[in-house]
């Protein structure tokens, strides 16, 4: 039962321009949401997080804009860079347990 | 500042034999939790230690067990290995928790091939 989705395996966008990813969830109990990134041959890399009494969180050139009533997280990249390009895993946990993360959306930022 | 290390970063083994994966948490860090990530797929929680003991599992048989250490380092058995639990094993971090989150910081992961 996968309960953190994410639809879209792939998204391609010109460099300078914005990447969405997005990502939803069936468990209304979940309260903390992270982004994560990840390289080939490396261990995922913690992005950006957001906690469920918030509906948006930046930082730089990230944000992560939650909607509670959709079960919806999305994660805005602006301007995109070819260093962007990589898999990009959400994940969440209800009240410090377990997290549970999505399939991953592997990003490619065209030069 | 060291961040989170595993060892060792491949492995092959046949089906039946016994595998051990290692973890040393990052600086300060205190809760140690393993990921299986098969191809295509995200991570998928094993279980958690803290203070030496497990604190929270996954819906993992009982073929994988744990241990943490005094220094807070962590251990991943496998015992009576099969095709399927060919995959990357990733070791997170976190620091003592506040509240009910924590982010939670990985580790490069060690590839394990069963054959």
């Known amino acids: 039962d996968q309960q953190v989705k994410q639809n879209s395996p792939s998204l391609s966008v010109q460099e300078g321009r914005i990447s969405i990813l997005n990502c939803d969830y069936t468990?209304?109990?979940?309260?903390?949401f992270l982004w994560y990134k990840k390289y080939p041959a490396e261990g995922p890399t913690f992005l950006i997080s957001?906690?469920?009494?918030?509906d948006k969180n930046e930082d730089g050139r990230f944000t992560v804009f939650l909607n509670k009533s959709a079960k919806h997280l999305s994660l805005h990249i602006v301007p995109s860079q070819p260093g962007d390009s990589a898999v990009y895993f959400c994940?969440?946990?209800?009240?410090?347990?377990?997290?549970?993360f999505g399939t991953g959306t592997s990003l490619t930022v065209i030069p | 500042d060291a961040g989170v290390t595993q060892s060792p970063t491949h492995l092959i083994k046949t089906r039946g034999q016994q595998v051990t994966l290692r973890c040393s948490p990052k600086?300060?860090?205190?809760?140690v939790s393993w990921y299986q990530q098969a191809l295509g797929q995200g991570p998928q929680f094993i279980f958690q230690?803290?203070?030496?003991?497990?604190?929270q599992r996954g819906n993992f048989p009982d073929r994988f067990s744990g241990h943490q250490f005094p220094n807070y380092s962590s251990e991943l058995n496998v015992n009576a290995l099969l095709l399927g639990d060919s995959a990357l094993y990733l070791c997170?971090?976190?620091?003592?928790?506040?509240?009910?989150?924590?982010?939670?910081?990985f580790g490069p992961g060690t590839r394990l091939l069963v054959l």
């Open positions: 468990n209304s109990m979940f309260d903390y």
């Open positions: 230690y803290y203070e030496e003991e497990e604190r």
């Open positions: 997170a971090s976190s620091l003592p928790r506040q509240g009910f989150q924590e982010t939670q910081y």
């Open positions: 957001i906690s469920s009494i918030k």
């Open positions: 994940a969440a946990s209800a009240r410090g347990n377990q997290f549970y």
């Open positions: 600086s300060g860090h205190d809760t």
